[in-house]
Structures are given as C-alpha cells and as structure tokens.
C-alpha cells in the first residue's frame, strides 16, 4: 500500500510564492510518474505539473514559467515549487503517483488548499 503526505499549502499575496512536498511511503518504493492536479470549485481536477522518474516533466500551459516540478527518485517525493503566484491558482492541489506495473494502481493525496489573495 501506498500512502501520500501532502505539506506547503497555505494563503499567500498575488506575486508569491509557495512550495509544495508530497512523500509517498508504504510498500511501494517506486511511483511513475508523479505529477501535481488541482481543481477549484465548479470545475474539473486539472494537471497542473507532472514528472517521469527520468525528469521529463510537462506543464499547464497556464503555469509555464512560474511552477517548477522535481521530485527524488529514492525518496518518492515529488515538489512543486509555485512563483509568482496569481488569484487564478487557488484551488485544492492533489499530489498524484502512480505504479508502473499492472494493475497500474492510482494513489491521490488528501488535498491542500492554496489561496493566493489580490
């Protein structure tokens, strides 16, 4: 089993900056990819950032330039290091991994909320 530790949410002015850990601990050590989801109310979980065990990474188009994913292999921590923040990026942020092999299970964090106020 799986587990996902979520931290670094919070409230934060436009033009800050926040950073986002998620652990994964349990009997599964290696999770690919793993990859950061946020979703506001009234709309659709979205990805937001996401990284292969090689460092490919991929981005929303809306995050481009200010959100840098990383993550350490050994430690199946993933990171989201968030500048340059804006009203537009509040929303609940969900930490996502995955297991490479089948059955392929789909682990999700418990959420933490990032506001950044105007």
């Known amino acids: 089993q799986v587990q996902l530790v979520e931290s670094g949410g919070g409230l934060v002015q436009a033009g800050g900056s926040l950073r986002l850990s998620c652990a994964a601990s349990?009997?599964?050590?290696?999770?690919?990819?793993m990859a950061w989801y946020r979703q506001a109310p009234g709309k659709q979980r979205e990805l937001v950032a996401l990284?292969?065990?090689?460092?490919?990474?991929t981005y929303a188009d809306s995050v481009k330039g200010r959100f840098t994913i990383s993550r350490d292999n050994a430690k199946n921590t993933v990171y989201l290091q968030m500048n340059a923040l804006k009203p537009e990026d509040t929303a609940v942020y969900y930490c996502?991994?995955?297991?490479?092999?089948?059955?392929?299970?789909?682990?999700w964090g418990q959420g933490t909320q990032v506001t950044v106020s105007s």
């Open positions: 996502n991994a995955n297991n490479p092999t089948p059955p392929f299970y789909v682990y």
């Open positions: 349990g009997s599964i050590f290696r999770l690919d990819p």
């Open positions: 990284i292969q065990s090689g460092g490919t990474t």
